[in-house]
């Protein structure tokens, strides 16, 4: 079947995109911050000028450009041992350690995604918890905490009761909403599953009158596949990863 209603909406999303990236497009600068201070409040560590996911839910942070942030990370570094700082690079003191700057694309689409779903994709649930969380670690381990499902919608893809790929939504603003978990069990790729699943997770984003974007590492070959499906890269943006 095709996904999505379209050729009868796509114009007026396109203008809604038009109108909203041109009003709003600042705060993708930004992503964990305004996700925290807007659609996302209930998960914030708040510390004022940084604000940080519960690292129960994602090990995300961001910062008000120009406030001093070392104080901050050393606060949220007594929850977490491992986290990351998103965008600009930050002032921490020498009780943390910078393990690595992750440089990142942020890629956007202006459009829903005309895709044939083959598959049967399913929205997951609480049931589906321990294998949803499984799976993404596999494959992407260190990002997906137990309760990063709650962030957000995720959907999969089962094969002889086995969740096989999944995808899903992950920071949340009030305009922008990010495209995430795209992850597919090493055995069964190729297949076209993650294609199918990001389409629909594009246009469930559509259908709630909110605009899809995602990040992926610069040098990951799914960029070809994102770009194909409509995704263009908007900039480069860092992920700064910080070890107590």
């Known amino acids: 079947m095709v996904c999505g209603n379209m050729k009868v909406t796509r114009t007026r999303?396109?203008?809604?995109?038009?109108?909203?990236?041109?009003?709003?497009?600042?705060?993708?600068d930004n992503p964990v911050w305004y996700s925290l201070s807007q659609h996302h409040q209930n998960f914030a560590v708040d510390y004022g000028s940084v604000?940080?996911?519960?690292?129960?839910?994602?090990p995300f942070g961001g910062f008000e450009i120009g406030k001093d942030t070392a104080k901050h990370l050393d606060e949220y570094a007594a929850l977490i041992e491992n986290f990351f700082v998103v965008g600009e690079k930050p002032e921490h003191s020498n009780q943390l350690?910078?393990?690595?700057?992750?440089?990142?694309?942020?890629?956007?689409?202006d459009s829903p995604i005309d895709a044939v779903i083959n598959e049967q994709i399913v929205k997951l649930n609480d049931e589906h918890t321990d294998a949803l969380f499984q799976l993404v670690n596999l494959?992407?381990?260190?990002?997906?905490?137990?309760?990063?499902?709650?962030?957000?919608?995720?959907?999969?893809?089962?094969?002889?009761?086995?969740?096989?790929?999944?995808?899903?939504?992950?920071?949340?603003?009030n305009?922008?909403?990010?495209?995430?978990?795209?992850?597919t069990h090493p055995n069964h790729t190729g297949k076209g599953y993650a294609s199918q699943l990001i389409a629909h997770v594009v246009n469930t984003i559509f259908n709630q009158n909110k605009l899809p974007y995602l990040h992926v590492v610069e040098t990951n070959p799914?960029?070809?596949?994102?770009?194909?499906?409509?995704?263009?890269?908007?900039?480069?943006?860092?992920?700064?990863n910080f070890v107590r």
């Open 97 to 109: 350690t910078l393990k690595k700057e992750l440089i990142c694309l942020q890629m956007i689409i």
């Open 51 to 58: 604000k940080f996911y519960h690292p129960d839910y994602c």
């Open 175 to 183: 305009d922008f909403v990010e495209v995430s978990a795209i992850v």
């Open 139 to 173: 494959v992407q381990p260190g990002y997906f905490k137990k309760k990063t499902s709650s962030m957000g919608e995720y959907f999969g893809i089962f094969k002889n009761n086995e969740l096989i790929a999944v995808g899903g939504e992950r920071m949340q603003m």
């Open 222 to 240: 799914a960029v070809k596949l994102y770009e194909k499906l409509g995704f263009s890269t908007r900039r480069k943006i860092s992920f700064w």
């Open 13 to 28: 999303r396109r203008n809604n995109f038009t109108l909203m990236k041109s009003k709003n497009e600042n705060y993708l």
